[in-house]
Structures are given as structure tokens and as C-alpha cells.
């Protein structure tokens, strides 16, 4: 069956450090992850998606189809980063999502 | 630029209580879904719709109605509400073909 993992509920830097989110898959077909971030009491927006191999705010993610992960990436932490990041598994042919539980990311000053 | 809108911002409901929320975009988008979201489960799928007239049960159905009479609008029933849909509930959509949502901005519920 299909999932999403994601390890870590809390993450927590320091500005100017390097972040990784970690996300892990489960899927038999060809994966379509993205990222989504949500701020605080905000809606959820698209940071990422894997197929367009962009880099949004400084974050990166590569798909790694041995390990089955997606782990989002910054060299470099901002405070504005402080967020909840939910990694996401695009399945079926009507457009479900299927969502990790989260991970809420703290930069501290 | 409207996208996704929800109404109500916030509710408070006593258990027993009915209430429709309603999730309305203007992208001309197919696919609609109402997610509830809850600390430590992430986003969980309550229905869904593949177009006008059809709407199918997702993850979390129990409790919950839906209908998608007009393309552009859908809308989430709570025929006797308990304390245990206290949540945050989200609606998306996207186009047939599309990869990725687009959220509306939420609804936060209480029901106490």
C-alpha cells in the first residue's frame, strides 16, 4: 500500500545551519512527491514537487528511487523558514495525495 | 485571484449539531477533496470528487456527507457533530492531469 513517512515530528536549527527533512515512500508505480509547507495558522502552499526539479527559497529535494526518499534540503536555515513541512505521494488516476504526518521545523536566532 | 475559499473561518458547534461547510474555486478545476487536519496525523482525506455529480469516500469518511451539485463548489456535511471532529478541515482542488492541490485557507471547528 502506498505511505509516506516522515521520521521526525520536531526539527530544530539554528539559523545559518544546514536542514534536511527527512521523507520516505512506499509505492509500486513511478512516485510524484512534492513538498508542502503551512505557516503558522496559514494554508498549506506548494514548495516543491519532484518532476520540476526546482529550487524554491534555497530548498532542494531529490528523489532517490533505491532508497525510496525525498529528503528536502537547505544549505543554509532562516528564521522564516520556521514552519510545518508535509511531504506528499501523488497516486491513482484521480488525484489523491497522500500526506506524511509532518514535520514542524524550528529555527532558532 | 480567489482560488480555493472556505467558509467558515471558524465554528463552534454543540454535539448533535448539523453544519455544511462549504469549499468554492474558481479555477475550473475537476478535482475537489476535504482533508481534516489534527496534530500528530497530518492531513487525512474525509471525500473527494472526480467532477460534477461524483464524489467518492477518502480515508476518514465516517460522520461526514458530501456533494458536488456545481463544478466549482463543494460541500462538507456534518449531520450530528462530536467532539471528535474537532479539527482544522481543508478543502483542495486541481485540474484533471494536474499534479499538486490547491488548499483553501481552512476551517477550524470546535465542538464541544
Known amino acids: 500500500a502506498q505511505r509516506v513517512t516522515q521520521p521526525e515530528k520536531l526539527l530544530s536549527v539554528f539559523k545559518g545551519a544546514p536542514v534536511e527533512l527527512k521523507c520516505n515512500y512506499s509505492?509500486?508505480?513511478?512516485?510524484?512527491l512534492f513538498w508542502y509547507v503551512q505557516y503558522s495558522r496559514q494554508r498549506l502552499q506548494l514548495l516543491l514537487r519532484?518532476?520540476s526539479r526546482e529550487s524554491i527559497k534555497g530548498f532542494t529535494a531529490d528523489l532517490n528511487k533505491g532508497e525510496t526518499s525525498f529528503h528536502l534540503k537547505k544549505p543554509f536555515a532562516q528564521e522564516e523558514d520556521s514552519a510545518m513541512y508535509y511531504c506528499?505521494?501523488?497516486?491513482?488516476?484521480?488525484?489523491?495525495?497522500?500526506f506524511g504526518k509532518g514535520t514542524k521545523l524550528s529555527v532558532k536566532p | 485571484n480567489a482560488g480555493v475559499t472556505q467558509t467558515p473561518k471558524f465554528r463552534v458547534l454543540k454535539t448533535g449539531q448539523s453544519m455544511t461547510l462549504l469549499c468554492a474555486q474558481d479555477?475550473?478545476?475537476?478535482?475537489m477533496y476535504w482533508y481534516r487536519q489534527d496534530p500528530g496525523m497530518g492531513l487525512r482525506l474525509i471525500h473527494y470528487?472526480?467532477?460534477?455529480?461524483?464524489?467518492a469516500k477518502g480515508e476518514v469518511p465516517d460522520g461526514y456527507n458530501v456533494s458536488r451539485l456545481k463544478k466549482q463548489n463543494f460541500l462538507l456535511g456534518l449531520e450530528s457533530a462530536a467532539p471528535s471532529q474537532t479539527s482544522v478541515y481543508f478543502c483542495?482542488?486541481?485540474?484533471?492531469?494536474?499534479?499538486?492541490?490547491?488548499f483553501g485557507s481552512g476551517t477550524r471547528l470546535t465542538v464541544v
Open positions: 483542495a482542488s486541481t485540474a484533471r492531469g494536474g499534479y499538486g492541490y490547491t
Open positions: 509505492y509500486s508505480g513511478s512516485p510524484e
Open positions: 519532484h518532476i
Open positions: 506528499a505521494l501523488w497516486w491513482g488516476s484521480q488525484g489523491n495525495l497522500i
Open positions: 479555477m475550473n478545476h475537476e478535482y
Open positions: 470528487s472526480v467532477g460534477e455529480g461524483t464524489t
